[in-house]
């Protein structure tokens, strides 16, 4: 399958400890900006993907709070993490079947509390422990940071990664941030400062883990060839793929050793008809730096197994061989589940990056990653149309 | 047969039954840890599996394991110092019983010092208040 659809806007609100907004407040910003980003009106949008986040507190019924009327596509989409690329997908899909012409992709979260921590606002599930199934949390993996910690310490196990190579990602992607005026973390980090700061989940320090956000960002989809007419350079969508392993609770489980990416990463490349060779930057998904080293793997960036030496290696940040979250990602710049990753994958894309710009941006490659290592997405973006 | 209960560690939420857990918690009651079990395929999966872990076979039975399992991962959560009592840390890890399922457990009277990977683990069993006998895990 090829596919003619293109990101021409980008909308991305006020990011981070920002008060008294709901994430429909968010949400309506967001896709304002991108409209406006496109130069296009709210009244000429006939589709919208909306993708809440861990607060589910906006929906489709966002419709109507923009004044829509008429929407030929609708949707609230929850694929957590992976939900960015999905959107993306569905909207592309949409489009080249005539179903819509200009689609709206909105994901927003206000999760913060004005005088709570951080760590208040992802509880852990939020389910009622009853039944055999909540036997887990019972025994203590409830939040994020606990259940990517025991598939951290499996990959350290069979492949020798260290906390040091962790360190290692996330120094990196405060390199990056140093360089992105809207980067929420911009502060000099060493690889000292990840190994002392406080372990919230062991193997798991605090500076392994990704900021929480309030705000929202949108991206507009529509046909390549409207997309020349707007203000935006386009930013081609070339390949997609989807791959949810399906964790089995067993023996043979690779739960924490292989994700998603290694089956939708190759996917995307195939449609997209590059090699992994070929990708210039690598937009990920890094809600923590084992999702980064391992997505890495996964995706063929370098052999399973060595994605600890990969990342020590400095490949990864400012100067290196394979430049990656270039905006800081979800370590350092903002956490919007898919978003983050997608966002600045537009950028680079259209070479809007500034001081950050990787100056070859043919190929960008973006991950998107839900529940444990569960559920993911990769998009293929080029600012060429392909085949052109 | 008198269940011999651990006291209900720091970290151990309460758990109440449902119609389908039920078997397992009247056996956990008794000291005894059911698995899911498929005739057609041999193979065990884990108490909340609905369909068989390699098959997808829905024959799936409650039948008694063993107990016995292996360390697999684990992670241990500092905890946070409280009104002058000192931070209590908690050990959680998933064990993969002798019959192939996953469990994940909390480890109570683990020291993060003796955990390592493939360390043996047997089921033992402890009560939170308002909640059914749960399983726990010990280093053996």
């Known amino acids: 399958m090829t596919t003619r659809a293109a990101i021409a806007g980008l909308g991305i609100t006020e990011m981070g400890k920002v008060y008294g907004r709901s994430a429909t407040d968010f949400a309506v910003d967001a896709i304002s900006r991108a409209a406006a980003d496109a130069g296009l009106s709210l009244a000429d949008i006939d589709g919208l993907y909306v993708n809440p986040g861990i607060k589910n507190d906006t929906d489709l019924r966002l419709q109507s709070t923009l004044g829509m009327r008429n929407t030929r596509v609708l949707a609230t989409i929850q694929g957590f993490g992976s939900s960015a690329g999905q959107m993306v997908q569905m909207a592309a899909m949409a489009i080249e079947a005539g179903m819509a012409e200009v689609v709206a992709c909105v994901y927003a979260d206000a999760p913060l509390t004005e005088g709570k921590r951080a760590g208040a606002a992802y509880p852990g599930q939020a389910r009622a422990m009853k039944g055999v199934g909540s036997l887990p949390f019972a025994a203590g993996l409830k939040a994020a940071p606990e259940r990517y910690a025991v598939a951290t310490r499996r990959h350290m196990h069979t492949y020798g990664t260290t906390s040091e190579q962790l360190g290692a990602v996330a120094v990196a992607a405060r390199q990056w941030a140093q360089l992105n005026p809207a980067a929420q973390m911009r502060e000099p980090m060493t690889l000292e400062d990840h190994q002392s700061s406080r372990m919230i989940a062991d193997p798991l320090r605090l500076l392994d883990c990704c900021l929480v956000s309030n705000g929202a960002v949108a991206v507009i989809v529509t046909s390549a060839e409207r997309a020349a007419t707007l203000a935006q350079p386009p930013v081609h969508v070339w390949g997609w793929g989807q791959g949810h392993p399906g964790y089995v609770n067993r023996r043979d489980s690779e739960f924490g050793l292989v994700t998603g990416a290694a089956q939708s990463g190759p996917e995307a490349l195939k449609m997209a008809g590059v090699g992994v060779d070929e990708i210039d930057v690598r937009e990920l998904y890094d809600c923590f730096t084992f999702t980064t080293l391992v997505t890495l793997e996964d995706y063929g960036f370098c052999a399973k197994g060595e994605g600890g030496e990969f990342v020590a290696s400095g490949a990864i940040a400012p100067g290196g061989s394979h430049p990656t979250n270039t905006g800081g990602g979800e370590l350092s710049s903002f956490y919007m589940w898919g978003m983050t990753p997608l966002s600045e994958a537009v950028i680079q894309a259209r070479g809007q990056g500034g001081e950050r710009q990787v100056p070859q941006h043919d190929l960008v490659m973006v991950s998107g990653n839900g529940g444990v290592l569960d559920f993911h997405s990769t998009l293929i973006l080029s600012p060429h149309q392909k085949g052109k | ?140």
């Open chain 2, 1 to 140: 047969m008198t269940l011999t209960l651990i006291d209900a560690p720091a970290g151990l939420a309460p758990v109440v039954r449902d119609d389908f857990s039920a078997p397992f918690f009247e056996a956990s009651a008794e000291g005894r840890l059911l698995l899911r079990w498929s005739p057609s395929s041999d193979a065990w999966s884990e108490p909340a599996a609905r369909f068989c872990s390699v098959t997808q076979a829905a024959d799936l039975e409650w039948r008694e394991s063993t107990g016995a399992g292996r360390l697999v991962t684990w992670t241990v959560k500092p905890g946070r110092a409280k009104d002058d009592q000192p931070a209590v840390a908690t050990v959680i890890g998933i064990v993969e019983l002798d019959e192939g399922p996953w469990l994940s457990l909390l480890l109570p009277q683990a020291d993060a010092a003796d955990l390592t990977v493939d360390a043996a683990v047997r089921v033992a069993w402890s009560q939170p208040e308002g909640s059914e006998v749960l399983p726990v895990g010990l280093l053996v």
